[in-house]
């Protein structure tokens, strides 16, 4: 069955760049979270998307966005990368915001770990 | 306030032995429900059981299953004849209305042959 993919898988990045992180859902999935775990530490939501618009706004920094295509993709911009940034960054979907309630589960993608330098 | 709480950092279990994971959670909501994750070192977020606040039998998949309490409002899982593969980190996590997952700080766990 297909998964959830996420691009790249690594990206390694100096302080103020910016990175550029995709997420393709399950096909007929149409809501996306992401999610932020730093080293050592649970993951923590940062924004999710449902049909395209934003669904719900966590813990994410001014410096990061975040949209979700037509084709149901997202991708996550972050711009002048600090060393903090470093994490593993996961993309998670399900089937509607009420699909997350009915078939009781996000499923997540492998994640993109990120290294800031 | 912390919504999960995982109070183990870390557990050593036999080979075939059974190990509990606690997890206390922490809601007004009437309707939420309940996750454990697994994460092997490799870093991927693999879905083991979930559990409905309004399920009244306690879930199962094969060698995992979830005591859960709901007057304490505890979601312990339970691993069955642990194996070498079992070896991870754990996360209990929940969902909300507003559909997001909140996890709890996670639990080590190392199986020992």
Redesign the interface.
Same mark, same amino acid.
Request: glycine fraction near 8%.
């Given at each position: 069955a297909a998964g959830v993919i996420q691009s790249p898988r690594h990206l390694i990045k100096e302080k103020r760049e910016t990175a550029t992180l995709k997420c393709y859902p399950i096909p007929r999935h149409d809501?996306v979270?992401w999610?932020q775990q730093g080293p050592g530490?649970?993951?923590?939501?940062l924004i999710?998307f449902y049909e395209k618009m934003q669904?719900?706004k &966590?813990s994410i920094p001014d410096r990061f966005s975040a949209q979700q295509f037509s084709d149901y993709h997202s991708e996550l911009n972050m711009s002048s990368l600090e060393l903090g940034d470093s994490a593993?960054y996961?993309c998670?979907s399900?089937a509607g915001?009420a699909g997350?309630?009915v078939n009781?589960?996000?499923?997540?993608g492998? &994640?993109t770990?990120l290294t800031v330098l | 306030a912390q919504k999960i709480t995982q109070t183990q950092p870390g557990m050593f279990v036999q080979e075939k032995e059974a190990v509990t994971l606690d997890c206390t959670y922490d809601t007004s909501d009437q309707s939420y429900g309940l996750f454990w994750y697994k994460q092997p070192s490799s870093g991927e977020m693999i879905f083991l059981i979930y559990q409905g606040s309004y399920d009244e039998q306690n879930a199962t998949e094969g060698r995992y299953s979830l005591n859960f309490q709901k007057a304490r409002k505890s979601a312990n899982l339970v691993i069955s004849a642990s194996q070498l593969g079992d070896s991870a980190m754990y996360f209990c996590a929940m969902r909300e209305n507003d559909y997001k997952l909140s996890f709890g700080a996670g639990t080590t766990v190392t199986v020992r042959a």
């Open positions: 809501t979270y999610y530490q649970d993951p923590q939501f999710s669904s719900d &966590g593993l996961f998670a399900s915001l997350a309630v009781n589960e996000q499923f997540f492998p &994640g770990r | -």
